[in-house]
């Protein structure tokens, strides 16, 4: 078998891909351009860094394992057009690490870190005991939009912090908790502003699609508590942008911690660098010193299914988007 990596890899892994596949042909390389035509032409299994091939240049190719989570990116290319190559992510290979983020900005904005930046700055000792108030987490609701692998870890997080937990499902109907997961009440996708209404704090973990984008407009950013946080960390295009800015302008909702934005990099002139309610990181909560070894682990389990046959984990529905 014929397997390509665009990806540099632990020698670990490269060993475990051997040991599973023992008459392997193993090329490395650290993106596709640098991928010789004569190898990628033999290619059947890809594990694809950046765009993907057209569908003359690997003719052999059956399966696609790409190194992110979202395949936005990916959903139009034409190698994947008449179904033959199966594409499946590392969809999961973030959960700790953002999860751990999404709690971080939650402790943040509920115990008022804006404000404590603020004083630093202006070196300005602050007798404003309301304004330094915090909402505590404990007993407080949090909205999911996004329960895929990562969506569950901020679930048991949020769970385990005392914190009532709602995610929003296409049907909640006959959705219910798994035994590892987080007990969870389940809301359905036309429910998304009692959802709103109901969170102290509103995380989106969520891909980008057709459905998601702009789900967060104006009318549903309107629901939401003038004491409520959000929390992006899924794609900036979720989010109505705009609408979101004259919100926390106007202080109809009380802040924000942003991850991801609808413009990347963020424009200097984005009125967001300017909000006081507001804390901003540069798309970087993905970000991670195990990334490679988790990757790793990913597509080799995903190895032993697709030599033996089995369902690939994480495939993507193309007509889903993710």
Sequence with gaps: MNITLTYTFLPETLDEIRRIVPDVVLHCSKNLDEVPA??????????????????????????????????????????????????????GVHAINMSEYALMMLLALAHRMPRFYQMMQAK?????????????????????????????QIARLCHALGMKV??????????????????????????????MR????????????PETHHMIDADALAQMKPTAFLVNIGRGAVVDEAAMIEALRERRIAGAGLDVFEQE???DDSALWNLDNVILSPHTSGLTPKYAQRAGDIFVGNLRR???????????????GY
């Design 38 to 91: 004569d190898v990628l032409a033999k290619t059947e299994v890809l594990y694809l860094t950046g765009r993907a091939p057209v569908p003359a240049a690997a003719p052999a190719l059956r399966w696609v394992h790409c190194h992110s989570a979202g395949v936005d990116h990916y959903l139009t290319a034409p190698l994947f057009a008449d179904g033959r190559v199966v594409l499946t992510t590392s969809a």
């Design 124 to 152: 300005t000792w602050s007798n404003e005991r309301d304004a330094f108030t915090a909402m505590e987490l404990y007993g407080a609701t949090v909205g999911l939009v996004g329960y895929g692998a990562l969506g569950k």
């Design 166 to 195: 709602l995610v929003l499902r296409r049907s909640a109907a006959s959705a219910s908790p798994e035994p590892d997961e987080a007990p969870v009440t389940f809301v359905g996708r036309e429910d998304l502003h009692e959802l």
């Design 198 to 209: 109901e969170s102290d704090f509103l995380v989106l973990a969520t891909p980008i699609t």
């Design 265 to 267: 990099p963020l424009p």
């Design 306 to 320: 697709f030599i033996a046959g089995e369902p690939l984990v994480n495939q993507v529905d193309f007509q889903r």
